[in-house]
């Protein structure tokens, strides 16, 4: 087997949950060292240990430069030297600044929207398209590393009770220009509740809710239901909630136990998004809608009837 | 200023299409439009520049197709590079990147807009390659960018909120949906649209070696394409008043309540 080096991506000193994915499948196809730009390595060395990781390599910190260049830069000039079978990402948005500025580097090609990667001859690539109904699996020619840019959620986080991983140094050359772009700032915005592409519940509200001041009622059915509320980019693009509500290809994959989605047609850029939901109950007053397809419960019927019924039944 | 702006043609997305079996990519039979993410690119670049600067696009597509760009001139880009070569059928993302960092060279652009990713390929590598190729400095996920002096200023999504990045120009910046409102084309915009000049060239124009895009540049094959496993089909019921019941049976059974 060979290595996999796998692109951990931290947030105040604990591993993102789409990294200790990645490593639970990186463990199966070879040996694991974590890639890391900014902040402290030492900190997540014994988290990353744990869920395989054997070494951990750290550039330190930035100082407000972006991980893009950076990382990209000194994962190019480590690859000519250890040829690691696959770099793996996972798309985020650090994710895929790496992988396309490492790419351009090594002159060699990123796989994305990968759900899943199985060793087959050489690692293969598996990408859903049209909304999840066929996949496309594709593998590398030629032998330069290959790079897979993975979706959230594709596979289970699962700690191995590994020791900590062995920390050492990445060494970022000198950038010029291309490291001139600095964070001067940063900006959190709160919202209560479980985290959307966390939450055991979601709940989503579309177009079919017909205005802004009917959204509440997805909120106060989350709340009931001690869930996450979403929605689809219809509404987002039409400002009636902010873009970090957004389900779908360009918003947030969820994978919560059930997802309710109310007057929301099932496109396929917002079913890419929650298809993974364990179970998945549809309000549409449209017998035709997509989103019917993939339901396991569908109810035929009017949002504004259906939903504050059901916010009454479910009591305080 | 110049602002050069990635614009991609698609098929409509309102029509799919399919995949061909026998050269394993997209087949392409209907009318090409412009990629709605790039509008936003588009509107960015004729804010930014005012009265007084110039927008220039950059697009890669087979046969010289327009219909895209014209829509894009006609909301008031000045002019256009097409490129279009029988070599460059299957190329992936990095070889897009090569084919339009050339062009953009070729434009000499003060800033360079791009979506964060296209409607149809949905990679989001292509922007960040081209600007490592052209050696740029880049902001990505940007929802909203101002430009002052020989500065960009970008506010750039993050998982829980965003960060504002500065960043000297010469620059790349990939916008999201809703960075701004795309205008719509005015007739007077599309009359003009029809005298606007648009280059077309080929590889051998851009200087870039035909085997290093395409299929032969690619450095990946597609091994085989399936149907996915299908979600079995759930139970479907007309309300006839009692809908939030069968919910609340349901997410009983499921022990959520
Ligand atoms: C590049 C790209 C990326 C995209 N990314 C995303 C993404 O990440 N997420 C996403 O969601 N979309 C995304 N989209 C947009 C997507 O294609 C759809 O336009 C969008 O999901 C539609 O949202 P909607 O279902 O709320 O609206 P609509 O499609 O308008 O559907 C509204 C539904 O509500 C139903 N309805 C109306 N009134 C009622 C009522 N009173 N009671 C019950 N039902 C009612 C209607 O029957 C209809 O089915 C993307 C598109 C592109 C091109
Ligand atoms: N063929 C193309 N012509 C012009 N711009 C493109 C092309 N392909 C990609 N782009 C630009 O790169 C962005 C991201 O594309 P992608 O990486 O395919 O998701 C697009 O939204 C465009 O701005």
Not at chain 1, 169 to 188: D, H, I, R
Not at chain 1, 202 to 229: C, F, N, P, Q, T
Not at chain 2, 88 to 101: E, I, N, P, Q, R
Not at chain 2, 242 to 249: F, K, L, N, P, W
Request: net charge negative.
């Amino acid at each position: 087997m060979g290595t996999i080096w796998v692109h951990a991506e931290t947030n105040n000193g604990t591993v993102s949950t789409i990294t200790l994915e990645l490593l639970a499948k990186a463990r199966e196809l070879g040996d694991v060292v974590a890639v890391h730009a900014g902040g402290d390595a030492e900190q997540v060395a014994a988290e990353l240990g744990e869920h395989g990781a054997g070494k951990v390599l750290s550039t330190g910190d930035l100082d407000g430069g972006l991980p893009g260049p950076a990382l990209g830069s000194a994962l190019a000039d480590l690859a000519a030297s250890e040829a690691p079978q696959a770099i793996l990402f996972g798309t985020t948005y650090g994710g895929r600044d790496v992988a396309g500025r490492l790419s351009a580097k090594l002159d060699a090609p990123v796989i994305t929207n990968i759900v899943d990667i199985v060793d087959s001859d050489g690692l293969v690539g598996i990408e859903p398209v049209f909304g999840g109904t066929t996949n496309v699996n594709t593998k590398f020619t030629g032998s330069k590393p290959g790079i897979f840019l993975v979706r959230p959620k594709s596979f289970n986080a699962e700690p191995t009770g590994g020791s900590p991983a062995e920390v050492g140094a990445l060494t970022v050359p000198e950038l010029g220009a291309t490291g001139s772009a600095k964070v001067v700032s940063q900006f959190v915005e709160e919202s209560d509740g479980p985290k959307l592409d966390e939450a055991g519940v979601v709940v989503s509200g579309g177009r079919g809710l017909g205005e802004a001041d009917k959204y509440h009622m997805i909120e106060d059915l989350a709340k009931k239901l001690g869930g996450a509320a979403g929605a689809s980019r219809a509404i987002v693009d039409a400002g009636w909630v902010p873009y970090s509500y957004q389900v779908g290809q360009t918003g947030k994959v969820v994978k919560p136990d059930v997802y309710i989605a109310a007057g929301i047609s099932g496109a396929t850029q917002h079913m890419v998004g929650m298809k993974g939901s364990k179970t998945i109950i549809a309000i549409n007053k449209d017998p035709e809608a997509p989103i019917f397809s993939i339901a396991d419960l569908g109810i035929i019927g009017d949002v504004h009837k259906v939903l504050p019924a059901l916010i009454a039944a479910l009591g305080e | 200023m110049k602002v050069a702006v990635c614009v991609k043609q698609i098929p409509d997305p309102a029509d799919p299409g399919e995949i061909d079996p026998n050269t394993k990519t997209l087949k392409r039979d209907t009318k090409l439009i412009l990629d709605e993410s790039d509008s936003y690119g588009v509107e960015m670049a004729l804010q930014l520049v005012g009265d007084d600067g110039e927008v220039v696009l950059v697009s890669m597509v087979p046969n010289n197709e327009r219909n895209g760009l014209n829509n894009a001139l006609a909301m008031g880009a000045h002019s256009a590079l097409l490129v279009s070569d029988d070599a460059l059928s299957g190329s992936d993302a990095l070889g897009t990147a090569k084919v339009l960092a050339a062009a953009i060279k070729r434009v000499g652009a003060d800033l360079v807009l791009a979506a964060t990713e296209s409607s149809d390929g949905y990679t989001g590598t292509v922007p960040e390659q081209v600007a490592e190729l052209l050696g740029l400095p880049s902001v990505t996920f940007a929802k909203e960018v101002s430009v002052d002096g020989g500065n960009v200023a970008v506010k750039r999504q993050t998982e829980d909120g965003y960060d504002e990045v500065t960043c000297p120009l010469p620059a790349l910046v990939s916008v999201t949906a809703g960075v701004v409102e795309p205008r719509y084309p005015s007739f007077k915009g599309i009359m003009a649209a029809k005298s606007k000049p648009v280059e077309e060239l080929g590889l051998a124009d851009l200087g870039i070696d035909a085997a290093s895009v395409g299929w032969a540049g690619g450095g990946q094959e597609i091994v085989s394409i399936e149907p996915a496993p299908a979600r079995e089909a759930g139970e479907i019921i007309e309300d006839e008043g009692d809908g939030h019941e069968r919910i609340v049976a349901f997410l009983q059974e499921l022990k959520v309540i």
